[in-house]
């Protein structure tokens, strides 16, 4: 069998959809799971939508998530160039001999032409397609239009019959020629136009299979007619039901947030997102939904995603992010954290204790960004006091607890791990408290909240000067 090689080929006209993002990452996981190649195309052609920053976006998204290309922008490869914007005369050169096999020609009619023709056909409840009238042009009346300054762009011929799109996902689909009408191959302007430039460079590429979403099955049949006149061999074809908000309808900015950008900044993690993007939907066949990287390759399989479109469950995401995030070493788990910490006084902390103190953080946040929540607890400094944690300590003894848990502090040598224990009795003991009574103010006066990590973790992190000085600031009451 021919070495696998898939491809994404995202149009540059705004952020990486997250939708996109689930094409992206099926290719992906298929050229993984297959030894394959997996190679980012930009479809740059079509000027005026264009986003110049987005590009840079879409890869800088792509890198995030973990879907780095083998071929394209920025890597090289022998197929290149791979923007299609810088592959211009090449789409010229094909054009040139479709025209001269007779299988396109050039069409006059201006938009407004275009425009009527539309709008008569849908007068009479038919499906608006070009009905060929500059096919039988003669040379003489061409010539005259071309004086007038019309230029022309190059209609495909669309033969009689019909186009069967055998689809990994959907099966057989037979489409009527028909109803196709002669498409435009390249525009007056000379840029190609999208079925025509995606099938040249998928045959040159030597894509093996095109998987994208189901919104392009109906470009398929125009495709598969081009490699045909071509004199190419067409890949496999796997079109994905869409991505959609609750209410079934496509998913927007209406659902709320639908960037892979937006994600990243509200402190997603990427294995979080990937593993949501594959589960949704099907794609992944056995075991249960939290995946690693290797499993979601492992599992993955092209005949696995469902038919019926995917339905975007913030909910699920968020718990899987949370799930994730529990997982994560220490370390690594610093490391995304990163950019949610920026505005901390960070200046000399220890890498070390930054990540024994995300470890502690990370059984009470959901996203990256809540970290900062917790964050100020363990720097330096006085903490402020919540309502919940002011009325902790209004109660009756806690300020009992307090003192006795200053002179215990005092008496060590440090706080650590191994003399939590002792630290504890001893509360007990000289108190005669224990339980809530007990851990409720000294929580309120270390951390300022009653909501958080667990003292036993928070303390040993703290450490006994800290510890000391918060407890004085209560008993002063300061
Ligand atoms: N540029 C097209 C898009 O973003 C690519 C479609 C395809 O994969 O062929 O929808």
């Known amino acids: 069998m021919k070495r696998v090689r898939v491809r994404f080929a995202p149009s540059p006209t705004g952020m990486l959809h ?18 394959g190649a997996f190679i980012l195309r930009i479809e740059d052609t079509d000027v005026a939508r264009l986003d110049l920053g987005a590009e840079r976006a879409i890869m800088e998204d792509l890198r995030w998530l973990g879907l780095d290309w083998d071929e394209g922008p920025e890597v090289g490869g022998r197929y290149g160039p791979y923007l299609q914007s810088e592959r211009g005369n090449i789409y010229q050169e094909y054009a040139q001999r479709l025209l001269e096999k007779g299988k396109v020609y050039p069409c006059y009619c201006t938009p407004e032409e275009l425009e009527q023709m539309r709008k008569m056909l849908l007068a009479k409840g038919e499906r608006p397609r070009y009905l060929g009238r500059c096919r039988e042009l003669s040379p003489t009346m061409a010539r005259e239009l071309e004086r007038e300054g019309r230029r022309p762009s190059l209609r495909f011929k669309v033969p009689e019959g019909t186009t069967v799109v055998e689809d990994i996902i959907h099966g057989a689909k037979t489409f009527e020629n028909s109803l196709i009408g002669d498409f435009v191959i390249m525009r007056s302007d000379g840029r190609p136009a999208y079925n025509f430039a995606a099938v040249v460079d998928d045959a040159l590429m030597e894509i093996t299979h095109v998987i ?40 927007s900015k209406r659902h709320g947030a639908t960037s892979v950008q937006a994600y990243r900044e509200e402190g997603f993690l990427p294995q979080a997102m990937a ?24 599992r993955f399989s092209l005949e696995e995603i469902a038919r019926s479109p995917a339905i975007f469950d913030l909910g699920k995401l968020r718990w899987l992010n949370r799930v994730h995030i529990h997982k994560m070493e220490p370390e690594d788990l610093l490391q995304h954290a990163r950019p949610f910490l920026q505005d901390f006084p960070l200046e000399g902390v220890k890498e070390g204790w930054l990540a024994q103190v995300m470890d502690v953080i990370k059984e009470n946040i959901t996203t990256l960004a809540e970290v900062g929540l917790y964050l100020p607890i363990f720097l330096p400094g006085k903490i402020p006091k919540d309502e919940k944690a002011k009325a902790a300590l209004a109660e009756n003894g806690a300020l009992k607890v307090i003192k006795t848990m200053e002179e215990v502090v005092r008496d060590l040598p ?43 973790n928070i303390l040993p992190l703290l450490g006994k000067e800290v510890i000391l000085e918060r407890l004085k600031e209560v008993l002063g009451g300061s």
């Open 275 to 298: 593993n949501y993007l594959v589960l949704l939907g099907g794609g992944s066949s056995g075991g249960g939904e939290v995946m690693s990287w290797e499993e979601m390759i492992e």
């Open 414 to 456: 440090e706080v650590d791990e191994k003399n939590l224990p002792f630290i504890f009795s001893k509360l007990q003991a000289r108190t005669a408290l224990k339980g809530k009574s007990l851990f409720f103010p000294i929580r309120a006066a270390l951390t300022g909240k009653m909501e958080g990590p667990e003292l036993r």
């Open 18 to 35: 997250i939708g996109n993002a689930r094409t992206a990452l099926y290719n992906k996981l298929f050229a993984l799971k297959h030894d």
């Open 212 to 251: 994208r979403g189901e919104d392009h099955l109906p470009n398929t049949p125009r495709q598969l007619l081009l490699y045909q006149a071509l004199g190419f061999a067409p890949p496999h074809f796997a079109h994905h039901p869409m991505l959609l908000g609750p209410d079934g309808t496509r998913l």
